[in-house]
T-cell receptor, first 112, second 113 residues
Framework: SQQGEEDPQALSIQEGENATMNCSYKTSINNLQWYRQNSGRGLVHLILIRSNEREKHSGRLRVTLDTSKKSSSLLITASRAADTASYFC????????????FGSGTRLQVQP | DGGITQSPKYLFRKEGQNVTLSCEQNLNHDAMYWYRQDPGQGLRLIYYSQIVNDFQKGDIAEGYSVSREKKESFPLTVTSAQKNPTAFYLCASNSKWANGELFFGEGSRLTVL
């Protein structure tokens, strides 16, 4: 089962604009993580936010988490053509299975 | 350099054949995972292992088998019982079997002819 659902499925913006992706999940979590995947490659970890945190920053990335709404957002500011990739959220459960569950992903295209 | 190595990168298989995908890590991680990715989709968990000689089924384990005889290695066998094996397979590992950051290999693309 896929825990996270991402919105939008695809996003196309111009270089320099901000990109916002959203993730919703169903069960209680220990943390939520965001990953990036270039076409045909493995995933790369971007940022982790714990269930007791509301916001986290890393460079041009800003992640928010609202556990009451079971949702998270990833904001990429001042996007670059090199940011073109698929972005996935993944949730770590607070009980039960010890493995991350991934969402369906958002495909981001940044036009130069 | 430390990392996860998957091989082969591309693999073609005839229907009815078993194939084994290799995953090796030199990160000294305890936990290892196998995920399957279909075109335009997210990742689905096949199997995972938290310690040597122990592993658990994920959401789509049917038609797959694994072993964990060494800490560094977690091979995945796609058996002939897997009805739709054509996919991109990703191996990952982490140092905390609960919820830590995952490190991924570059994937193996399996095509059934």
């Amino acid at each position: 089962s896929q825990q996270g659902e991402e919105d939008p499925q695809a996003l196309s913006i111009q270089e320099g604009e901000n990109a916002t992706m959203n993730c919703s999940y169903k069960t209680s979590i220990n943390n939520l993580q965001w990953y990036r995947q270039n076409s045909g490659r493995g995933l790369v970890h971007l940022i982790l936010i714990r269930s007791n945190e509301r916001e986290k920053h890393s460079g041009r990335l800003r992640v928010t988490l609202d556990t009451s709404k079971k949702s998270s957002s990833l904001l990429i500011t001042a996007s670059r053509a090199a940011d073109t990739a698929s972005y996935f959220c993944a949730t770590g459960p607070d009980t039960g299975r010890r493995a991350l569950t991934f969402g369906s992903g958002t495909r981001l295209q940044v036009q130069p | 350099d430390g990392g996860i190595t998957q091989s082969p990168k591309y693999l073609f298989r005839k229907e009815g054949q078993n194939v084994t995908l290799s995953c090796e890590q030199n990160l000294n991680h305890d936990a290892m995972y196998w995920y399957r990715q279909d075109p335009g989709q997210g990742l689905r968990l096949i199997y995972y292992s938290q310690i040597v000689n122990d592993f658990q089924k994920g959401d789509i384990a049917e038609g797959y088998s694994v072993s964990r005889e060494k800490k560094e290695s977690f091979p995945l066998t796609v058996t002939s019982a897997q009805k739709n094996p054509t996919a991109f397979y990703l191996c990952a590992s982490n140092s905390k079997w609960a919820n830590g950051e995952l490190f991924f290999g570059e994937g193996s693309r399996l095509t059934v002819l």
